[in-house]
């Protein structure tokens, strides 16, 4: 799972479609994703951050919403702790007992207000607003035995 992701991820186009709604929170709004799989061999991380603005149409032969989008990412971002020693994870044996915290940074956009047109002409995104850091933490305990 999380070697498929780190092949899809880059190329996946996700955001909340062409109708935000009143609140700005349609398909789960703009929302921007830290720690995300990237290609780009100068950062030398790997890692880059992810901004769902899309306002293409969600669903099949669409885009992604950023709900949907949050909903994999975390699942990806529990996987890499929970197999990387350095992050506090690593898969202990069944009678031992590891803690586990999985931190997942994102940060969601309120009131994007300009809707542009990408340069080639195909689909829409949105720019603008100001930005909310969220943080979320999944704490976990193995004691399997």
């Not at 306002?55 to 990806?76: K, W």
């Amino acid at each position: 799972a999380v070697g498929m992701w780190q092949v899809i991820a880059f190329g996946i186009s996700c955001g909340p479609g062409p109708n935000l709604g009143p609140e700005h929170l349609e398909n789960g709004g703009v929302r921007s994703f830290d720690n995300t799989p990237n290609y780009s061999y100068n950062t030398g991380s790997g890692t880059t951050t992810t901004t769902c603005n899309g306002a293409s149409n969600v669903g099949p032969n669409g885009i992604l919403s950023s709900s949907e989008y949050q909903v994999l990412n975390t699942a990806y971002q529990t996987i890499q702790t929970a197999l990387n020693q350095n992050q506090g994870g690593g898969m202990p044996a069944l009678n031992s007992s590891k803690n586990m915290v999985v931190n997942i940074n994102q940060t969601f956009t309120r009131n994007p207000t300009t809707e542009y047109t990408y340069p080639n002409g195909n689909g829409n995104y949105y720019s603008g607003g100001s930005s909310i850091p969220i943080q979320l933490k999944i704490s976990s305990v193995n004691d399997a035995e």
